[in-house]
Antibody
Framework: EVQLMESGGGLVQPGGSLRLSCAISGFTFSNHDMNWVRQAPGRGPEWVAY????????YYADSVKRRFTISKDYAENSLYLHMNSLRAEDTGIYYC??????????????WGQGIPVTVSS | SSELTQDPAVSVALGQTVRITCLGDSLRRFYASWYQQKPGQAPRLVLY???NRPSGIPDRFSGSTSGNTASLTITETQAEDEADYYCNSRDSSGLHLIFGGGTKLNVL
């Protein structure tokens, strides 16, 4: 069974940092591109970052570029999102999401349950 | 344009057919995917590649694209189909992924 489980969220002050983790199981990590998607309260989803199956290509939304870094650890079967210089507008539920093998950048066929991030003083 | 535009809300009577649309210039070049989201849950993929259904999605869900408009059609709508529906594609530059603003489907 495919499973994705986020962790590492919480409350952080503006300007602070957090590292989100996504533990994957039930599929071969190296066969799938992965993404982070977030959703602000009462809003629709917003794509945040992408990493290809090899870990060599990453893309970012303009709103997080140069502040967030996506990475993956094959040995740990984990996807990460390093978030720096956090702002109030980064508040929301963060989801890791898998792309079907061979599909490229999207769609997102499996999602984690989401982890809340709150940026506030 | 770097936007995907959806009607904020649509209503349908139980058992009837409803179409949810997504407008965007990028849809002339890139395919749309559709997600269903119920309160407190993660989004769930219901259509991809404009008209393909993942396993487990009933064939009451279908999709199509014409010009700059992608459509999600639900036939014989059930009470369990009441949810928010989001379209997703690339923006016109092809360099970013975007979501529509969402359509809340009310089943009467």
């Amino acid at each position: 069974e495919v499973q994705l489980m986020e962790s590492g969220g919480g409350l952080v002050q503006p300007g602070g940092s957090l590292r989100l983790s996504c533990a994957i199981s039930g599929f071969t990590f190296s066969n799938h591109d992965m993404n982070w998607v977030r959703q602000a309260p009462g809003r629709g989803p917003e794509w945040v970052a992408y990493i290809d199956r090899s870990g060599n290509t990453m893309y970012y939304a303009d709103s997080v570029k140069r502040r967030f870094t996506i990475s993956k650890d094959y040995a740990e079967n984990s996807l990460y999102l390093h978030m720096n210089s956090l702002r109030a507008e980064d508040t929301g539920i963060y989801y890791c999401a898998r792309v079907p093998s061979g599909s490229g950048w999207y769609p997102f066929d499996y999602w984690g349950q989401g982890i809340p991030v709150t940026v506030s003083s | 344009s770097s936007e995907l535009t959806q009607d904020p809300a649509v209503s349908v009577a139980l058992g009837q057919t409803v179409r949810i649309t997504c407008l965007g210039d990028s849809l002339r070049r890139f395919y749309a995917s559709w997600y269903q989201q119920k309160p407190g849950q993660a989004p769930r993929l219901v259509l991809y590649g404009n008209s393909n259904r993942p396993s487990g999605i009933p064939d009451r869900f279908s999709g199509s694209t014409s010009g700059n408009t992608a459509s999600l059609t639900i036939t014989e709508t059930q009470a369990e189909d009441e949810a928010d529906y989001y379209c997703n594609s690339r923006d016109s530059s092809g360099l970013h992924l975007i979501f529509g603003g969402g359509t809340k489907l009310n089943v009467l």
